[in-house]
């Protein structure tokens, strides 16, 4: 296989000066003193990319994304290294980039398909095509200025995946269009990988790096972290998040004084909790009849966990404390996308275990069973609820809204929400067997 993209040994420093007129001293400066701090975006980074390969590039905001794609197309220059590309590149970078903004979406079209070497005449032809895919109706005929920035992107991708590029870069684009639009982005860029185009994609939704790239890269502050099939290299990278997660939170569990935890609360008993850690984004109601002091979620070894491969067991469990007597007790909890959209609820009146006349004072923990089903890979947000009555009617005593935010980890390929487990089966019929009313 041959290497269409190289990249050896990139760096990209960019000179910080910590007041303007500094970098004047130093242009003026007769031996050159130097008033700049270096900033390495991107340090000594190399990697090779062979025909039809698709790989993703994945990292935190500032890790150096934007640059190595931007100085593959081009856009900027390396401080140091070598870049060699063998292919006609179409590329769709920031919002707007690649646009004159005073000129009608049309008029791009064309100054566009000039740069990219392509005549009137055979922009005549990719127009239809071009338009069909953006769908934005009249605008075409409208300065670009006036696009929203959904339509921007939908004219930016239909021009470029029309124009035939060996090699397709990428950059975060698809984050802005609406959830149809970004459906059918994704429907044509896997035709265009099944087609054997080169695609160098940048995305913070490992979900799509994981689905659409073979390879994929992990930049970490302007350094190669790792590189490797997309799947490794996409769950390393979410392993990383959830750690530092933890870690953030056991600062916060360190900075607490003893007199809060809630060993001293149940005194005497072995039994430890991770209490509850609230921040402002965090939104809690009820009568506080009730509190919910810890909430977990454990695998079968019994480990607290963040990251949920799909299709194993799981404990969720919490401890509350009662303020007051409470005469039949709701535990519960929901598991919501970040869209909103619920995907589940549990609470021990759905499986038939009440708890009844619970006293003042008196804490409890209770634990939910649950095998996780296939849902798709991505982060959830989880509310623990507490609440007094039946099912029907009820009054939460304490409900902690989207208390913790977790990564459920699925094998498969599928981008809906619930993988099913179904079975095709195929019948063959003659034109004469059937009859369609
Ligand atoms: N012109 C510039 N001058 C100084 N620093 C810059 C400049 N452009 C980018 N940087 C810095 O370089 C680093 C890498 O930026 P880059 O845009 O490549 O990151 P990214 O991984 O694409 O981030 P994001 O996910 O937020 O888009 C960042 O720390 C950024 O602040």
Not at 88 to 104: C, H, K, M, Q, R
Not at 305 to 314: A, H, K, N
Not at 379 to 386: A, D, G, I, M, T
Request: proline fraction near 2%.
């Amino acid at each position: 296989m041959s290497s269409v993209i190289s990249i050896k040994n990139v760096t990209k420093i960019y000179k910080l000066y910590n007041k303007s007129i500094d970098r004047l001293k130093e242009v003026v400066h007769p031996f050159h003193k130097q008033y700049n701090e270096p900033f390495y975006a991107l340090n000594d980074i190399s990697f090779e990319i062979e025909k039809g390969e698709t790989v993703g590039i994945i990292g935190t905001n500032g890790s150096g994304k934007s640059t190595i794609l931007k100085i593959i197309t081009g856009v900027l220059q390396q401080t140091k290294g070598e870049v060699s590309i063998d292919g006609t590149v179409s590329a769709l970078l920031e919002l707007g980039a690649g646009f004159d903004l005073d000129y009608t979406g049309i008029e791009n079209i064309y100054m566009n398909g000039a740069i990219l070497g392509f005549s009137p005449e055979e922009m005549d032809r990719k127009k239809e095509e071009i338009l069909e895919f953006a769908d934005i109706g009249d605008f075409v005929n409208q300065p670009v200025k006036t696009y929203s920035s959904g339509m921007m992107v939908r004219l930016a991708f239909a021009l470029a995946i029309n124009v035939e590029p060996e090699i397709l870069i990428i950059d975060e684009a698809l984050a802005v269009g609406d959830a149809f639009f970004q459906a059918k982005c994704f429907h044509k860029l896997e035709e265009i990988k099944n087609a054997g185009t080169t695609i160098l994609f940048v995305s913070h939704d490992i979900v799509s790096v994981k689905k659409l790239c073979k390879r994929a890269i992990w930049l970490d502050r302007g350094n190669m972290r790792e590189i490797g099939e997309a799947k490794e290299v996409c769950e390393k990278y979410l392993s990383m998040q959830i750690e530092e997660q933890n870690r953030e939170m056991a600062k916060l569990v360190d900075g607490m004084s003893l007199d809060n935890t809630v060993e001293k609360i149940i005194n005497g008993n072995q039994k430890s909790f991770k209490r509850i850690q609230l921040h402002q984004s965090i939104e809690v109601s009820g009568t506080k009849q009730g509190e919910i002091l810890s909430f977990y979620i454990k695998n079968e070894k019994g480990q607290e966990v963040m990251v949920l491969p799909t299709e194993q067991s799981y404990t969720f469990g919490m401890l509350v404390k009662f303020n007051e007597n409470i005469d039949n007790v709701l535990f519960g909890f929901e598991m919501e996308n970040v869209r909103g959209v619920k995907l589940f609820s549990v609470n021990n009146f759905l499986t038939n275990e009440v708890l009844q006349n619970v006293k003042v004072g008196e804490l409890y923990e209770v634990s939910f069973e649950l095998r996780l089903p296939r849902i798709c890979t991505g982060e959830y947000l989880v509310s623990p609820s507490l609440a007094a009555g039946s099912q029907d009617s009820h009054v939460v005593l304490e409900r902690i809204h989207n208390y913790l935010k977790i990564t459920i980890d699925n094998d498969g390929y599928n981008l809906s929400i619930i993988d099913l487990d179904t079975k095709a089966a195929f019948v063959k019929y003659k034109k004469d067997d059937i009859v369609l009313y």
